[in-house]
């Protein structure tokens, strides 16, 4: 077997974790408020947090990482696929398509999740966010 269909599938498996992760991470609400309170402790000041507009990079954190989570889910599906052109052995195929596979399922898991998002299912819509209404 080639270092080269080794250093793909290696390469590939990262980016599907990488995936996975920023797909989690995209799930989690992070507001400046949370971001603030984990750094600087509690605040009892009597402001009520589901009032503050925390902005634009707060609002669309979710669709960001879950998008970025989706581009490496691309690349972790695309390039073992371009990788099976150049090896042609069928433990390097094999190698590949396993983990072409897997970075289709992860590519395939994120895009139903930005469906549930776009249905009003899954993260908050930053169009209208629920502490503004």
């Known amino acids: ?27 989690r609400s992070i507001t400046a408020w949370s971001a603030e309170s984990a750094v600087a402790g509690s605040h009892d000041d ?11 990079a707060h609002n669309e954190s979710s669709r960001l990482h879950t998008v970025i989570g989706l581009v490496a889910a691309v690349a972790a599906t695309g390039l073992p ?3 099976m052109v ?3 052995t069928a433990a390097e195929r094999t ?8 970075g289709a399922l992860t590519l ?11 249905a009003g299912r899954g993260y908050p819509d930053p169009d209208s966010p629920a502490h503004l209404t």
Do not use: T
């Open 1 to 27: 077997m080639a270092a080269g269909s080794l250093f793909l599938a290696v390469y590939s498996a990262l980016l599907v974790g990488l995936a996975s992760g920023l797909h989690w991470l995209g799930q």
């Open 86 to 88: 150049i090896y042609r």
């Open 46 to 56: 009597g402001s009520d947090p589901s009032q503050i507009d925390p902005g634009w």
């Open 81 to 83: 696929l371009a990788g």
């Open 95 to 102: 190698l590949l398509a396993v983990v072409a596979a897997i």
């Open 108 to 118: 395939v898991m994120i895009m139903r999740a930005m469906n549930r998002h776009r």
